[in-house]
């Protein structure tokens, strides 16, 4: 399945003379957006071909892994369980839109607590989940695995070939790791990570083929899911500007990154860049609920 590339016309670009095009991959499903389908592809394949009638995994309140395992799993007739990030989430999950879709496409959830979700990688967290839920193919969490790596290398294609530079927002660097090893001679990868944090480096080494890459660091905006008016008033106009739509967690940051660097002048004349929309746009809703909350303007939809 391939995405369609369009190009962003803007002044602050044109002036530099820096060509941007962005990879439309949160058209590619409506619930399973953009990398996730990606993610997930050779996963489904493996869990079928192993005869699994259950999928398994973990995610917070509005993780876009959740929703599209969900749904996956709905298309494909296979059950799905979500491990979810927060107890107090049992009693009002329903006022989640996230979680409310996806128990619309059949998955059954289990909250954890904070400390036990940061154990749920152990032997014995597993252990537990297998005598209460039974046999299920277990995909990590964020959904980042080989399999997931080699469905991200099919993001870019032959007609990519001639973009200097390849940009993706970075969680866990799985789709990153993938864009690196099918990225073509010549062409760096750059990620922008949607954290704090220097452990990614040596996650994304263990995916990596090669060594195109670099992290772009000073985007996260204090950390995972963080937000502040700025970040939300660039994400407005840029959607007024191209008609382009980014979430608040992932790709906004991205291109915000991407632009300010092009005011600093990062990009050489002539520069052609392609930065990947991942989608996460499902998201949007459930921010939106927090942001009233925090007295902060609302994204548009
Ligand atoms: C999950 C996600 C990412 C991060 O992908 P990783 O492979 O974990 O780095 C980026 N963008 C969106 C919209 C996502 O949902």
Not at 119 to 142: M, N, V
Not at 219 to 225: S, V
Request: glycine share 10%; net charge positive.
């Amino acid at each position: 399945m391939k995405s369609h590339n369009q190009q962003i016309d803007l002044p602050e670009l044109r002036e530099r003379g820096t060509t941007l095009f962005i990879k439309r991959e949160d058209e590619l499903h409506k619930h399973i957006s953009g990398n996730k389908f990606r993610k997930l592809k050779y996963n489904l394949i493996r869990a079928k071909k192993e005869g699994h009638s259950t999928l398994l995994t973990f995610g917070g309140a509005f993780s876009n892994h959740i929703l599209a395992t969900a749904r996956a799993g709905h298309e494909n007739g296979i059950g799905t369980i979500g491990i979810i990030r927060g107890e107090e989430l049992r009693k009002n999950w329903k006022d989640n839109p996230t979680l409310q879709l996806a128990a619309k496409f059949g998955m059954r959830f289990h909250f954890v607590s904070r400390d036990e979700y940061r154990r749920k990688s152990t032997a014995k967290f597993l252990r537990s989940l297998q005598i209460d839920f039974g046999d299920f193919y277990l995909l990590p969490e964020g959904g980042t695995n080989t399999l997931a790596i080699k469905g991200c290398e099919e993001i870019l294609t032959e007609n990519d070939a001639d973009f200097d530079i390849v940009c993706c927002a970075v969680g866990t660097g799985g789709t990153l790791a993938g864009l690196i090893n099918s990225a073509s001679r010549g062409q760096s990868v750059w990620g922008y990570p949607a954290l704090k944090g220097d452990f990614l480096k040596e996650d994304i080494r263990t995916f990596a083929i090669k060594d195109n890459w670099q992290l772009m660091t000073n985007y996260h905006f204090g950390g995972y899911a963080k937000m502040n008016r700025e970040l939300i008033d660039f994400i407005n106009n840029f959607n007024d500007r191209t008609g382009i739509a980014l979430d608040p967690i992932y790709t906004g940051k991205m291109l915000y990154g991407i632009l300010d660097q092009a005011k600093k002048g990062f990009f050489s004349e002539g520069t052609r860049i392609l930065a990947i929309h991942t989608g996460g746009l499902q998201g949007i809703k459930g921010m939106n609920l927090v942001l009233k909350k925090k007295k902060l303007p609302l994204l548009n939809i």
